[in-house]
Nanobody
Framework: QVQLVESGGGLVQAGDSLRLSCTASGRTISTYGMGWFRQAPGKEREFVADISWSGGSTNYAESVKGRFTISRDNIKNTVYLQMNSLKVEDTAVYYC?????????????????WGQGTQVTVSS
């Protein structure tokens, strides 16, 4: 079983940057595809980015492409989400998830382990 803990969220102003971390315990994440999702108040959880087991392939939602970067360090058992040029509409709880599909671009139902989330609030 994989336990995922997100950190790095907070309150920032529009245009600022944040880096989220997702640290895993219980077993290595090196065989999992990993992803970030977010959920804003009153909205469905949505895909943000994912990364293959090796880090060699990534996917991004159109809304964050060019501003967010997902990366991973399998030795540290950690996945990151660098968020630049933050917008008010990026405000949400951000969740890290591990997929039993080792590549990127997996289906939502393939993400089988989830963290508890970290709040990101962007003010204008």
């Amino acid at each position: 079983q994989v336990q995922l803990v997100e950190s790095g969220g907070g309150l920032v102003q529009a245009g600022d940057s944040l880096r989220l971390s997702c640290t895993a315990s219980g077993r290595t994440i090196s065989t999992y595809g990993m992803g970030w999702f977010r959920q804003a108040p009153g909205k469905e959880r949505e895909f943000v980015a994912d990364i293959s087991w090796s880090g060699g392939s990534t996917n991004y939602a159109e809304s964050v492409k060019g501003r967010f970067t997902i990366s991973r360090d399998n030795i540290k058992n950690t996945v990151y989400l660098q968020m630049n040029s933050l917008k008010v509409e990026d405000t949400a709880v951000y969740y890290c998830a591990a997929s039993n599909f080792a590549g990127s671009g997996g289906r939502y139902d393939q993400f089988i382990h989830w963290g508890q989330g970290t709040q990101v609030t962007v003010s204008s």
